[in-house]
């Protein structure tokens, strides 16, 4: 492995690669390897990530009060109408439920929080605990949803029965619940569902201006910003577009497979994907509506007119320095690294936490000769290699920003707490400023490392 070897667990050599010693080969999608503090999430942690920006349900977490912790602040996906979502309520089990059972604990909160705030309905998550003394959630939810006349969802999302992936699964069997019950009768030809948007920082109005701007109306956004009334109808969409792949994908699959809505993979960060994700809708459409091509082309025309000029200024300074990526899903690295060519960077380190073995093929195809790929890497390994590669910017989320910081590199949030959209064509003109300002700081003469150049 030459620099950083030696910080490498020896049952984790398969999931690095170098591109350029040897092809590619590389194992993936497997269980953390225990000892390595894995950036990873638990499944738990997944579930909740795809379900609370359902803005007008009832969010209730079964199990000790630690587990509420993880609500709308760690990600605040922002709603343009109900807020309930931004609650946080757990049934908080102590010991005396843990040996006696918390049915009944459950079933007193759920009638009570109902009762109280009126939601659309209910998704009740189940947590570590709750797997192992076996409370019956799907009884419970059951009568209750029979009592209060709304659909209350039992999410099996205990934490230790796999990684954040596993999340993603229980979330979209709890929504694939909810669709097929609603009125679909005023739904247009042109009409899709937004898979796998989760509104952080107001993103999927962006996109969704886009839609209308095309002709297409959207149905249901799953589920930044989301509806229950919509999910039940989202059935009715002639298409489902999933940009994050790994959340959502199954849930794409399942409306695929029951109600024949076909799919689109899209993502909407960077000029280039942005662009053909658009151009790939219209192509679906355009049996429907010859226009709509015309009309698509005329979008792109007139923003990249207006940001074009700006990503010059920015590339003028940027061009050759280099940058890392860590995020979640492997989704957005492709985007980033074709984004960060855009700036005339060079990308050097390319991982996720849940990427597939296909997903990294495609990270290869597109990478640069010695870039380094990694799955669910460690703090060791991250820091090791952003010394090693000598990082300008590191891109990642919550749990790397202090990586970063502590060995003096510059980073730019790309997950859960940034509040300046990021997708779209004006999501590309925030992330060059955002890299523009991060990169050219003047406080990095001041790093060690660097004042040693």
Known sequence: MSTGASVIFQER???????????????????????????????????RVVLYPIADALHLVHGPIGCAAYTWDIRGALSSGPALHRLSFSTDLQEKDIIFGGEEKLYRALTELIDRHSPKAAFVYSTCIVGIIGDDLEAVCRKVAAEKGIPVLPVQSEGFKGN???????????????????????IPPLSLNILGDFNLAGEIWIIREYFDRMGIQTVAN?????RVEDLQRAHG?????????????????MMKESFGTPFLRVSYFGVEDMSESLYQIARFFETKDPGIMERTKELVKTELTKLYPRLQEFRRELAGKKAAIYVGGAFKAFSLVKAFRLLGMQVVLVGSQTGTEEDYKQLYEITDEGTIIVDDSNPLELSSFLKEKDVDVFVGGVKERPIAYKLGVGFCDHNHERKQPLEGFVGMLNFAREIHSSVMSPVWRFVPRRKAR
């Open 13 to 47: 050599k398969d999931q690095i690669l170098r591109k350029g010693q040897g092809g590619f080969d590389m194992n993936c999608n497997r269980e953390s390897l225990a000892g390595a503090v894995s950036q990873r999430a638990c499944v738990f942690c997944g579930s």
């Open 164 to 186: 954040k992936r596993e999340g993603y699964g229980a979330a979209c069997k709890a929504m694939f619940r909810l669709m097929g019950s609603g009125d679909i009768s005023s």
């Open 222 to 226: 799953i589920t930044g910003d989301g």
């Open 237 to 253: 969409a002639a298409l489902n577009v999933v940009q994050c792949s790994g959340a959502t994908m199954e849930l794409a699959k």
